[in-house]
């Protein structure tokens, strides 16, 4: 795989280092350094931004020219053209499905969207109040105490139904949370709905009231999803592979990738992003907020702008612009202050020369908080539908690493701490 080549020159060791250069389909080049252990030499690069911690040929991220590609399909192609479950097939297989696989695999995933009745016993130990990422985090990693044993992750079919269970029970899990931290009984999924209906229908939906599911919300949800399905190596992506490292089962690395998926700088954001603007609350504020986002004393962030990644836009945010002013206008609501407020920090910030410079862009989280917020869905709620969404990209990125050759991941370190010294006689 090597077609070129890097020589390392080390002071303190004579000979240079040739270290073979692997090309990728597109994309930057890499550097195998594996060898470096053996010269008694690691490399450095906390916050691995210029590290590839694997080879992958599920999600490709041009982050200067704002493309990102799910297994080779542009995400715009994606978000017109296909829907939710289709890109789940896709991720997770590598192919668009024919109409027939299509068909098992919708059919597959509603006769795995009820969960063991027994999990419901779960929910009682958390308070009532309690983050739904933190109880999400909770019933998700109690999935592997249902189906450990009869798992083995080094079978195909195994993976296959793990994956299959995941992405259909996430849905009724998420609106499980939602119904528990408001008192309602948890509805049953209907497998007479799609997808994004089904979980429509579970969040808002009472025994005594079973409505019908605006066809809007449901098209706005099932593209809330696929716009979150898979993002590459981001953080929350690296827990699970390295979670699945261990041989650790699948329920467990999906939970540690929700776990990791909570924080504020990662798909805690678009929770972040509706508190900013509500805290904004007029648009004579936006200029104070700007200038605590760039006051470097000021711990203050704006949130939903900035990726590792995209330096100039981020694709998804174009899409969900669109997809916010198509839902705003279908349901009237295009006067949403929270929008008039997001659209002129939007203009603001993108003419500012602080943001400009550092290419600091909105990203997938700016105006998806909006969208969510119009469907109905709470603000604690975001991250656990960001969670929801991104279940298929960290299966399908778990299972591409366990039927790879790959090995338990341990990054090492340069230690700076104390040098061997005897304890005190
Ligand atoms: C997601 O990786 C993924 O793919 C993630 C994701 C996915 O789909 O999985 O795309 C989802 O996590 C999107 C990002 C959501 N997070 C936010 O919106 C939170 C706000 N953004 C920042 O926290 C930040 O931009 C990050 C964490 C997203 C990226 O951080 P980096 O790449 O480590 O950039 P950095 O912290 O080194 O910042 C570079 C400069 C710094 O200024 P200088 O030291 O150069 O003067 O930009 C500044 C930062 O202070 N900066 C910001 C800023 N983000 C970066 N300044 C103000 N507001 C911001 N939002």
């Not at 540690?256 to 992003?273: C, D, F, K, R, T």
Request: negative net charge; hydrophobic residues 40%; aromatic residues 10%.
């Amino acid at each position: 795989m090597a077609d070129k080549k890097a020589i390392l020159k080390v002071d303190g060791i004579d000979e240079a280092l040739e270290l073979p250069v692997y090309e990728g389909t597109v994309g930057p080049d890499v550097v195998d350094v594996r060898s470096l252990t053996s010269k008694g030499l690691f490399t450095y690069d906390p916050g691995f931004m210029s590290t590839a911690a694997t080879e992958s040929k599920i999600t490709y991220i041009d982050g200067a020219a704002g493309i990102l590609l799910h297994r080779g399909y542009p995400i715009e192609q994606l978000a017109e053209k296909s829907d939710y479950l289709e890109t789940c097939y896709l991720l997770i297989h590598g192919e668009l499905p024919n109409a027939e696989q299509k068909a098992t695999f919708v059919s597959t995933i509603k006769n795995h969207t009820m969960v063991h009745e027994q999990l419901s016993h779960f929910f009682n130990g958390f308070r009532r109040d309690a983050h739904p990422m933190a109880v999400m985090c909770g019933v998700v990693g109690a999935l592997s105490a249902f189906y450990h044993d009869s798992l083995d992750i080094h079978d195909d079919h195994h993976r296959l139904v793990s994956a299959h269970r995941l992405i259909a029970k996430m849905p009724t899990l998420a609106a499980m949370v939602y119904k528990y931290s408001i008192g309602q009984p948890f509805m049953y999924p209907r497998n007479e709905l799609s997808y994004s209906e089904n979980f429509l229908h579970m969040m808002f939906n009472t025994p005594c009231d079973e409505k019908k599911i605006s066809p809007i919300l449901a098209k706005a949800m099932d593209r809330i999803f696929l716009l979150h399905a898979d993002h590459e190596q981001n953080a929350s992506t690296s827990t699970v592979r390295l979670a699945g490292s261990t041989g650790a089962n699948p329920f467990a690395c999906i939970a540690s990738g929700i776990a990791a998926l909570w924080g504020p700088a990662h798909g805690g954001a678009n929770e972040a992003v509706l508190n900013m603007l509500a805290e904004i609350g007029d648009e004579s504020n936006i200029d104070a907020f700007i200038a605590k986002a760039k006051d470097k004393d000021d711990p203050f962030r704006l949130m939903g702008f900035g990726h590792r990644v995209y330096k100039n836009f981020d694709p998804r945010a174009k899409v969900m612009k669109q997809t916010c002013d198509e839902v705003l206008s279908e349901l009237g609501m295009l006067d949403d202050p929270l929008l008039k407020i997001a659209m002129k920090l939007e203009k603001i910030a993108t003419e500012d020369e602080y943001f400009v410079k550092r290419g600091l862009y909105p990203n997938v989280d700016f105006y998806s908080g909006i969208i969510l917020k119009a469907i109905g869905i709470p603000t604690e709620m975001f991250t656990v539908i960001f969670a929801t969404g991104r279940t298929p990209g960290w299966i399908a990125h778990w299972n591409e690493m366990i039927s790879s050759d790959y090995r338990i991941g341990r990054p090492r370190q340069l230690y700076t701490g104390h040098a061997k010294r005897d304890y005190p006689a």
